[in-house]
C-alpha cells in the first residue's frame, strides 16, 4: 500500500502538466472534459482515442440501433452535435428518426441527418426519398451522404467501378445542395475512400471520416478533412450501450462560425490536410513515458505507427483513470523526446484505382 501511495504521489507532478492530450485547433490547451471521461468507460485504447483530445467539440451519431435515447442527459454530459440516420435506399426510414431528430432539437443540440446509400437503387431515388423524410431545416447541420463497402448485403452484389460511382456520388450531392441549400457532407470508410475516393475524387466536399484505430492522417493521407468518427464503442449518458463519438475539426469559435452558414467548409481550412496540423498535437505530444514497476499497458499497436515505447501514460486515457482525484492543469504538455516509430510513408500515397472494379459482396 505504502508503495503504491508513493507511486500516485510521484506521478502528480507530470500528470499537472497534461492538458488532455496536446493544443487543440485554435492554440487551446486542454481540460478534462466530462464526455470524454465517460466515453473510456470499456474502451479499447487507440491512437485515434489518444489524438481526439486535441479536438474540443465532441459530438455523437445515432441510429436505432441506440435505443432510446435520453437527450437531456445527452445535452448534459457536454456533446456539441449529433448526426442522425435518416434514411437508407429508397424505401428504408430509420425507427427512431423521428424522435431523435425531435429529442435532439428540443434540448438543443445541433443535429443533422444522414442517408445511407443502397448501390442497387437509382441515386436520384434515394435522394427523393431523403427529402421526403427529412425537413428543410434551416437550422439543421448539412446533410450527409453516408457512402460505405457493403460487402454483407445479400441483396446487393454490384460490382462497383471508381469512375461510375463517383458520378452517382456527385448526383446525389448536388441535388441535396440544391434542395436544402447547403453544402453536403460526404462520410466514408477507410476501404470505400480508398477504392473510390482517394486521388481526389469529389473535392469541392467536405469530408467526415472513419479512423476509430489512428489519427486520420494515416487512411486518408492529405484529404482534408471536417469531421472524424474516432470511436465505435463510446459510453455516453442517456445512450443506452455503445456509441459512435465523433470529433469536429476547429475551436469553439470556428465552430460557432460553422453552425453560421449555409458552407460545410470554410476557404482557410488547408492546414488540416497536414500531417501534424499546426495546432494539433505532435507525437511528441501525445503520450509522456513513466517510469514504473508494473505499468499498466496500452493495447499492442503495431511499431510501425507512431507508438512511445516502451510504456506510455496518455492523456486521453491513463490520466482521465485518476480525474477523479487529480486536478488536470491546463498548461500545455511539455516537450518530451521519445522513440518513435514512423509511419510508413506508402499509407501516406494515394491509392490509385481508377478503373479497378470493387465487388461489394467480397471482403476488402
Not at 499537472?16 to 465517460?38: D, F, K, Q, S
Not at 446509400?117 to 427529402?131: A, G, H, L, N
Request: with cysteine.
Amino acid at each position: 500500500m505504502r508503495t503504491r501511495l508513493l507511486l500516485l504521489v510521484s506521478l502528480v507532478p507530470v500528470l499537472m502538466t497534461l492538458p488532455g492530450c496536446g493544443v487543440a485547433p485554435g492554440g487551446e490547451a486542454l481540460a478534462y472534459h466530462p464526455i470524454r471521461h465517460h466515453g473510456l468507460h470499456g474502451a479499447k485504447w487507440s491512437q485515434a482515442l489518444a489524438y481526439s483530445a486535441a479536438y474540443h467539440i465532441s459530438g455523437i451519431d445515432v441510429s436505432k440501433f441506440q435505443g432510446k435515447i435520453d437527450w437531456s442527459r445527452v445535452k448534459s454530459s457536454g456533446v456539441k452535435f449529433a448526426w442522425i440516420k435518416s434514411t437508407e435506399g429508397g424505401d428504408r426510414v430509420d425507427d427512431n428518426f423521428k424522435a431523435n431528430w425531435r429529442g435532439a432539437a428540443r434540448v438543443g443540440i445541433p443535429r443533422g441527418a444522414y442517408h445511407f446509400v443502397y448501390w442497387c437503387r437509382d441515386p436520384r431515388s434515394q435522394i427523393k426519398w431523403f427529402e421526403k423524410n427529412v425537413p428543410a431545416d434551416p437550422k439543421a447541420l448539412p446533410p450527409v451522404l453516408d457512402v460505405e463497402l457493403t460487402p454483407t448485403s445479400p441483396t446487393c452484389k454490384r460490382i462497383l467501378h471508381r469512375a461510375e460511382t463517383v458520378r452517382e456520388i456527385g448526383i446525389m450531392l448536388a441535388e441535396m445542395k440544391r434542395f436544402y441549400h447547403k453544402t453536403p457532407i460526404i462520410y466514408t470508410t477507410v476501404d470505400f475512400y480508398r477504392g473510390i475516393l482517394s486521388g481526389g475524387a469529389l473535392q469541392q466536399y467536405p469530408i467526415w471520416v472513419r479512423s476509430t484505430k489512428y489519427k486520420p492522417q494515416v487512411a486518408y493521407g492529405k484529404r482534408p478533412w471536417r469531421f472524424w468518427q474516432y470511436q465505435s464503442d463510446g459510453h455516453v449518458p442517456g445512450v443506452p450501450g455503445h456509441v459512435d463519438r465523433n470529433a469536429f475539426y476547429g475551436d469553439h469559435k470556428q465552430w460557432q462560425a460553422f453552425l453560421g452558414t449555409k458552407e460545410a467548409l470554410p476557404a482557410d481550412n488547408t492546414d488540416i490536410a497536414l500531417d501534424h496540423p499546426a495546432h494539433a498535437p505532435r507525437p511528441d505530444q501525445q503520450a509522456v513515458s513513466v517510469a514504473m514497476a508494473h505499468p499498466r499497458r496500452p493495447e499492442a499497436m503495431p511499431q510501425d505507427r507512431y507508438v512511445s515505447k516502451p510504456h506510455v501514460l496518455t492523456a486521453s486515457t491513463r490520466a482521465l483513470d485518476l480525474a477523479p482525484v487529480l486536478h488536470l492543469s491546463h498548461a500545455r504538455l511539455p516537450q518530451h523526446r521519445h522513440r518513435l516509430a514512423p509511419i510508413p510513408a506508402s499509407l501516406f500515397e494515394a491509392t490509385s484505382l481508377s478503373e479497378q472494379p470493387i465487388q461489394l459482396g467480397s471482403a476488402q
